[in-house]
C-alpha cells in the first residue's frame, strides 16, 4: 500500500547513511528535487548516488554533493557540475562512469529480477577491460580503477557481462498521482524514473497533483503503484535549465 505523507522531510526521515539512492532525471528534467532538498536538511551520509547525471553546483543532486554526502556517484555522464568536478580530482568522490544505454538497462534489469546480462557495448576498452579511473588521491594520482569484466562471444559478436543495479532507495519525480500510488509522467520529464522506481526496496514518489483512485485511465499509467511505497505532493517547481559555463583558458 503506498503511503500519501504530509511533507518530503517526513517521506524521507528514515533514511539511513550509507545506502544507495536512486534519483530519476536526466539533466535537470524530472529530477526529485524536493526529496533531493529534503535529504540535504536530514543530513545522510555517505551515499552512493545513481543518476544519469549529478546535476549543477546549486541544484539537483548537486545539493547533496556541496554537503558531501555523496561517496559515491553511478552515472553516464557528469559534465555540468564543478563541485563534482573537484572533488572527483581531488579524491574526495568515487565515480563509476557507464554508457548511458548499459546504464539504464541494467537499472531496469535490477528492477525486473534480472542479475547480469550481456551487452556488446564497451568491448575491446576500460569498461571491459578494466582500468578504468575511479577514484584519485588528492595528489590527482589514481588509487583505484575499474576490475575487468566477464565477455563472452554469442555468434560471432563479443559481448561484455554488466551487472544489474538496484538500490535501498529511490527518489523519482512524476507529473500526477492517484491516492493508490498509480504514477503519470509528463513527456520527457518520464527519462529515467519509471526504471529507478522498480529497482529499489523502497520508492518514494514527489508529484504535482494527487488525485483519487480510480481517476486516472489504466492506460495512461506508466509506474503501477505495487512499485510505490510513498507519495508526496511537491510545492512550486522550478524549471531549470542545464547548461555548463565556457571558462576561458589562458
Known amino acids: 500500500m503506498t503511503q500519501i505523507y504530509a511533507s518530503a522531510d517526513e517521506a524521507v526521515a528514515d533514511i539511513p547513511d550509507g545506502v544507495t539512492i536512486l534519483a530519476g532525471g536526466f539533466g535537470l528534467c ?25 546535476g549543477v553546483d546549486d541544484f539537483g543532486l548537486g545539493l547533496l554533493l556541496q554537503t558531501r554526502q555523496i561517496a559515491k556517484m553511478i552515472s553516464t555522464y557528469v559534465g555540468e557540475n564543478d563541485t563534482f568536478e573537484r572533488q572527483f580530482l581531488t579524491g574526495e568522490l568515487e565515480v563509476e562512469l557507464v554508457p548511458q544505454g548499459t546504464f539504464a538497462e541494467r537499472i531496469r534489469a535490477g528492477g525486473a529480477g534480472i542479475p547480469a546480462f550481456f551487452t556488446p ?79 529499489a526496496k523502497v520508492t518514494i514518489a514527489e508529484v504535482e497533483e494527487i488525485v483519487p483512485a480510480g481517476a486516472l485511465d489504466p492506460d495512461d499509467i506508466h509506474t503501477p503503484g505495487l512499485f510505490v511505497q510513498r507519495l508526496i505532493k511537491g510545492e512550486a517547481y522550478e524549471k531549470r535549465i542545464e547548461q555548463r559555463t565556457v571558462r576561458a583558458r589562458s
Open 121 to 199: 557495448t564497451g568491448f575491446g576498452t576500460q569498461i571491459a577491460d578494466g582500468g578504468l579511473p575511479m577514484m584519485p588521491d588528492a595528489d590527482g594520482q589514481v588509487v583505484k580503477t575499474s576490475e575487468p569484466k566477464e565477455t563472452r562471444e554469442f555468434d560471432g559478436t563479443p559481448y561484455v557481462m554488466e551487472r544489474a543495479i538496484t538500490g535501498d532507495f529511490a527518489l523519482v519525480k512524476a507529473w500526477k498521482a492517484d491516492e493508490a500510488g498509480n504514477l503519470v509522467y509528463h513527456r520527457t520529464a518520464r527519462n529515467f524514473n519509471p526504471m529507478m522506481a522498480t529497482a
Open 30 to 54: 524530472g529530477i526529485p528535487e524536493t526529496l533531493i532538498a529534503a535529504l540535504v536538511r536530514r543530513g545522510v551520509k555517505g551515499l552512493t548516488a545513481v543518476s544519469n547525471n549529478a
